[in-house]
């Protein structure tokens, strides 16, 4: 089953910051982030294995709330690099939400 | 990081032909590679996970018949669309699996059919 994946998409200017939510229906043992720019392939972000784990690089950060099975992608201060879709995963059954399409502008 | 090539990038073919898509790990061994499709505007679709030495397994309603998939050595993974048509036409991604760090993504191949 998908991961449900909200918002759907958000525009941003330069310097604002943006919240993705991922939630599972089923329990959730790790997640994964990924970027996708236009015409290309994922790149990954990150991977929470743990209930309550945060991390971080950068401006970029996520959580993972094991109990409420769901994960939030944190991206503070956008940059125009932001730009892509974001998507998440349930790392142990490799399935991608329908992603959130994040647009920066100048 | 690891590090998955893709050949063709592209490719352009007639209704009813066949085309074979190559995945290679360029610096490691893979055992396990995924075939995942990617329609316009939708998210990625796992079509299959092919290992080294055996039969792929494939997701339900992906047809084994028309998508063959072959994980001959250590490095390379084929997937074969056969007898396309218009329908088939997507974004092709294969990738590997790393460790504790998600999936390394091959460049994908979009493939269209005429």
């Known amino acids: 089953q998908q991961p449900v994946q909200s918002p759907q998409a958000v525009i941003l200017r330069e310097g604002e910051d943006a919240v993705i939510n991922c939630s599972s229906s089923?329990?959730?043992?790790?997640v994964h982030w990924y970027r996708q720019k236009h015409g290309e392939a994922p790149v990954f972000l990150m991977i929470?294995?743990?209930?309550?784990e945060q991390k971080g690089h950068e401006k970029i950060s996520a959580s993972f709330n094991e109990k409420k099975q769901q994960s939030s992608l944190y991206l503070t201060a956008s940059q125009l690099s932001y730009s892509g879709t974001y998507f998440c995963q349930y790392g142990n059954k490799l399935v991608f939400g329908a992603g959130t399409i994040l647009r920066v502008k100048s | 990081g690891a590090v998955v090539s893709q050949h063709p990038s592209w490719v352009i073919c007639k209704s009813g032909t066949s085309v074979k898509i190559e995945c290679r790990s360029l610096d490691f061994q893979a055992t396990t590679m995924f075939w995942y499709r990617q329609f316009p505007k939708q998210s990625l679709m796992l079509m299959a996970t092919?290992?080294?030495?055996?039969?792929?397994?494939?997701e339900q309603g992906v047809e084994k018949d028309k998508f063959l998939i072959n994980h001959a050595s250590l490095t390379l993974s084929t997937l074969t669309v056969t007898s396309a048509h218009p329908e088939d036409s997507s974004f092709y991604i294969c990738s590997t699996l790393g460790d504790r760090v998600g999936q390394y993504f091959g460049p994908g191949t979009r493939l269209t059919v005429t």
């Open positions: 929470l294995l743990k209930g309550g």
């Open positions: 089923k329990a959730l043992y790790s």
């Open positions: 092919s290992n080294e030495g055996s039969k792929a397994t494939y």
